[in-house]
């Protein structure tokens, strides 16, 4: 799926899977690319050839626990593996392309990068979210539970609930989903208690922006609730770093959507590279 493949060990021993869409003589630097909850780095291939045409070589992994990264899936070891996993592979990438890479997230990935982003544990190029899920739609009870079995079982597998049919209106796309064997519906108490946590915390935190941003809001998005990203840009806005487009009727995945949607996102993406 992707144009080269290789495994990069994590610190305590994890390797996690490299996916790269190399670009010769790259003239506008590097992209990495963070995947969402359940996926994995090779469903970004048609994304990863847009900015190639663009001047950018590409990189993305899969996350622990999901895609061909080994381990349980949707199991972390500690609740911010996902953060040390960034930055390591951030670093790594940064080191092979002499810059910074522009670091774009989606969902569970966009939370992943722009906490990181926060904390300071990484400072990109600029930054793009894609529908980071910034908020959730669970219930608040849903959510206190989580945190209890995240010290009790935190390496539980319950199924995530993301409603797949709400991924794009293209069902191609939702089918291909379902019938990828990469792709799996498992999330762990610990995991899903870090995305609760940490989506609040980076809405607290957006006043500490302070890398050029673009946040991506899909409006019909029934996998995340997109009023965690209008708190979050409301807040971030005085930062003068982001730059927020809304699309009032898309679903989640704003990049895999059904014409002429997906086209109208590429098009705003591309304007705020230009500028």
């Given at each position: 799926m992707a144009g080269a493949t290789a495994s990069l060990e994590m610190p305590d021993g994890q390797p996690l899977r490299l996916h790269d869409w190399p670009l010769p003589q790259a003239r506008r630097g590097g992209v990495l690319i963070v995947h969402?909850?359940?996926?994995h780095a090779g469903r970004y291939e048609a994304l990863a050839r847009w900015f190639n045409t663009r001047g950018y070589t590409v990189r993305s992994y899969d996350q622990r626990g999901h895609g061909e990264s080994p381990g349980p899936r949707g199991v972390l070891s500690h609740p911010d593996d996902l953060l040390a996993d960034l930055a390591v592979v951030h670093a790594d990438y940064a080191r092979t392309l002499g810059i910074a890479p522009l670091l774009l997230g989606h969902s569970m990935g966009g939370l992943v990068a722009l906490?990181?982003?926060?904390?300071?544990?990484?400072?990109p190029k600029a930054l793009v979210l894609s529908s980071p899920a910034l908020r959730s739609h669970a219930s608040p009870g849903l959510q206190r539970l989580a945190a209890t079995l995240a010290h009790l079982l935190p390496g539980l597998h319950l199924r995530n609930g993301l409603e797949l049919e709400r991924l794009s209106h293209d069902p191609q796309v939702v089918a291909a989903?379902?019938?990828d064997p990469l792709c799996h519906d498992r999330v762990s108490p610990r995991l899903a208690d870090?995305?609760?946590?940490?989506?609040?915390?980076c809405i607290a935190d957006a006043g500490r922006l302070e890398v050029p941003t673009l946040l991506l809001v899909?409006?019909?998005?029934a996998l995340v609730d997109a009023a965690g990203s209008r708190?979050?840009?409301?807040?971030?806005?005085?930062?003068k770093q982001l730059t927020t487009r809304y699309f009032a009727a898309l679903y989640h995945e704003l990049f895999n959507e059904a014409e002429p949607g997906r086209t109208q996102v590429l098009r705003q993406l591309e304007d705020w590279l230009g500028k």
């Open positions: 969402g909850l359940g996926e906490r990181a982003v926060l904390d300071e544990r990484i400072t989903y379902r019938n870090f995305i609760f946590r940490a989506g609040a915390s899909a409006g019909d998005d708190d979050f840009a409301a807040v971030a806005a005085r930062t």
